[in-house]
């Protein structure tokens, strides 16, 4: 496919008019307007005051008919939080949609179970105790994968930055911990929290084994559905010295407040029309655990970069409709509810494309932090293995060569894309190009606006105006 996609490329129609797309400088105003708020979570105050921002940007930059649809969720919120052992307390983060304790929170000796496997679990007797267990994330060798078994369709490397021997943590994916189980006979045998509360457990803490830093705000998993164990996230480093604790029974008190209710949040869109009823469906999500320069408010500045561009075009083939979700840290849940509420637009959809965690900044672990290394992160594009999408995709690249991008089939790592695409794709089957950055902050408080890099937010709009560009014609 790689071989006939390319050629392909040089027969790709080309959009006859000039589309020119916002400087970096505008596009690093939204980001930094809709960062105002320590979090964007899903119902909240603070969310919904972002869904208020982008539907008034969308209708300041012409997009016709901005609608903001409802969308159910739980509006969950902690309010306290601590681990205290032996009288001291270990720095702690809750883990989102568990249960709350009370203010007298649980009192119980620890016990270690390593990663969860079943004969960890049948070495201790759990039942009333608080479990300590690590939560690994893969290692992925991209440099192996790319360059040389050639796993993608096609890479944008200009600076030379992935090379053989490039690794990706992917600190989205917890190994033992993946997320979507509403009791233990979903999960996995493999899901440590499940098995702990299965097993009779009075609480869990989870040690970030592999996250590139000695972070503990990691805001995973993120599928809106409530869990019967209370839990805690903990940093690696720290993680060290309660394993030992653990080993050694110490007692422990486990808190966590807070309430839950019912609640809603909003997709957010809106259209300009074009010639032909055809769409080009851009999307990206504005909720964010945390101020979220990069998870999402990068991707949203994206989409108005978007409007931003062909709102000022007169003549538009196709029709380009503009989709901000709510809830992607609830399970997709808007991504999936605009595909189901609006099956005409998706229908008439001749591409989804979708942008997120753009222009951030690489970084490493030094001394337990994160240490930028003064590139970009890894980004990828999630792309149908249908000719013309890959063509288009190509294309897109050799002529913008944006840094460290590579393309790969939209099935890589399972049936649909693993970015907020995932819900369209799964509802109405839609071709896609979901561009996203693979930063190892997305899910932590360090997502804040040093992590965006202002210059690179340009170009990467025009590779993204590029591609639809083709997408109107072709």
């Known amino acids: 496919m790689r071989a006939e996609a390319r050629a392909l490329v040089p027969s790709l129609p080309r959009y006859s008019h000039d589309v020119t797309s916002p400087g970096s400088d505008v596009i690093y105003s939204w980001i930094e307007d809709l960062c105002r708020t320590p979090h964007r979570r899903p119902g909240s105050d603070e969310g919904h005051a972002g869904e208020q921002w982008v539907a008034a940007r969308l209708r300041d930059l012409g997009v016709e008919q901005v609608t903001l649809d409802p969308v159910d969720v739980t509006v969950w919120q902690a309010t306290r939080w601590s681990l205290t052992v032996a009288g001291a307390e270990v720095p702690s983060f809750f883990v989102p949609h568990t249960a709350f304790t009370g203010a007298e929170g649980v009192t119980a000796p620890l016990v270690y179970v390593g990663t969860g496997r079943t004969r960890d679990f049948e070495r201790e007797d759990i039942r009333g105790k608080i479990v300590v267990a690590d939560v690994p994330f893969p290692r992925l060798p991209t440099g192996v994968l790319l360059r040389l078994a050639r796993a993608g369709y096609a890479i944008s490397d200009p ?81 060290a010295r309660l394993r030992m604790l653990a080993r050694a029974r110490a007692q422990a008190t486990l808190t966590l407040e807070g309430r839950s209710a019912p609640g809603v949040t909003h997709n957010v869109w809106g259209v300009l029309p074009g010639r032909s009823d055809e769409v080009v469906l851009v999307t990206s999500h504005h909720d964010a655990p945390f101020t979220g320069a990069v998870e999402d408010a990068a991707g949203v500045a994206q989409v108005l970069a978007q409007a931003w561009a062909w709102s000022r075009v007169a003549d538009r ?79 897109a690249l050799e002529e913008k060569r944006p840094p460290a991008t590579v393309a790969i089939p939209s099935d890589f790592f399972g049936p649909v894309p693993t970015s907020d695409a995932l819900g369209y794709v799964l509802e109405a089957g839609v071709p896609v190009v979901s561009w996203i950055g693979c930063p190892y902050y997305l899910l932590d408080e360090h997502d804040t606006l040093d992590k965006i890099d202002r210059a690179a937010l340009g170009p990467i709009a025009e590779t993204a105006t590029a591609l639809v560009k083709t997408f109107m014609v072709a």
């Open 317 to 395: 083939p196709r029709t380009l409709v503009f989709c901000v979700d709510a809830g992607h840290f609830h399970g997709s849940a808007g991504a999936f509810a605009f595909a189901r509420d609006h099956r005409d637009v998706m229908a008439r959809t001749r591409v989804l494309i979708t942008l997120e965690h753009l222009a951030a900044r690489e970084v490493v672990e030094r001394d337990g932090r994160y240490a930028d290394t003064g590139r970009l992160a890894l980004t990828v594009m999630f792309t149908t293995p249908r000719l013309d999408v890959i063509a288009a995709v190509m294309r």
């Open 159 to 239: 600076h030379g930055w992935l090379r053989l021997g490039s690794t990706q943590v992917m600190t989205y994916v917890r190994r033992n911990f993946v997320g979507g189980a509403e009791h233990a006979g979903e999960a996995q045998e493999s899901d440590v929290y499940w098995q702990a509360q299965k097993r009779g457990a009075a609480g869990i803490c989870l040690i970030l084994r592999d996250q590139p830093s000695s972070s503990n705000s990691h805001y995973g998993p993120y599928d809106g559905i409530s869990k019967p164990l209370s839990g805690l996230w903990i940093g690696k480093r720290d993680g």
